[in-house]
């Protein structure tokens, strides 16, 4: 009986403590490829600070979530940022979070970088983000409605 209680119970605490662990993968949120004409930039008060940057990328095909077109911007000192432009609604936005390089004498040093690629809707963000440059992190991002949603944060262990 002790046997039976126990198997049942590592089969329902085991695969949800995995599943818990595991980062989003790119796989797992595939995007539809856009094909159509880019549709006329549109600019909000945020964007328009990087005017001419998104009028460049609003020329060019998706590169990003089968309908957007994203770019990382250095904004200096080891420092980055992402910009997107959808080709489907013209719509700009920027990724809320800047990410730096990080060090700790402990871990070392890890440069930031904010991977994306066209079939997904994820985007994996890794450095610090409060200026803190021994706090590094991995964040992942989804762009749902023209706008990163953060779903989930890794620390540097």
Known sequence: MKKTYLSLSLLVFIPCSLYAKNPPQFQDYPAKTFVGK??????????????????????????????????????GGGCSFALAFNAKTGQSFILPDTFADCYSV????????????????????????????????????????????????????
Do not use: W
């Not at 008060?45 to 911007?73: C, D, H, I, W």
């Not at 991977?115 to 991002?141: M, N, P, W």
């Open 38 to 75: 880019n549709q006329p930039l549109k600019l909000n008060a945020q964007s328009k600070k990087y005017r001419t940057l998104f009028t460049q990328m609003s020329q060019q095909k998706p590169n990003f979530a089968g309908q957007y077109v994203m770019e990382t911007v250095g904004c």
């Open 106 to 157: 402990q871990k070392g040093f890890t440069q930031n970088d904010i991977f994306y690629q066209k079939d997904s809707h994820l985007v994996i963000a890794v450095g610090s983000r409060y200026g803190d440059q021994e706090k590094c992190e991995t964040v992942y991002y989804l762009v749902e409605n023209d706008q990163f949603k953060q779903i989930k944060m890794i620390a540097a262990k």
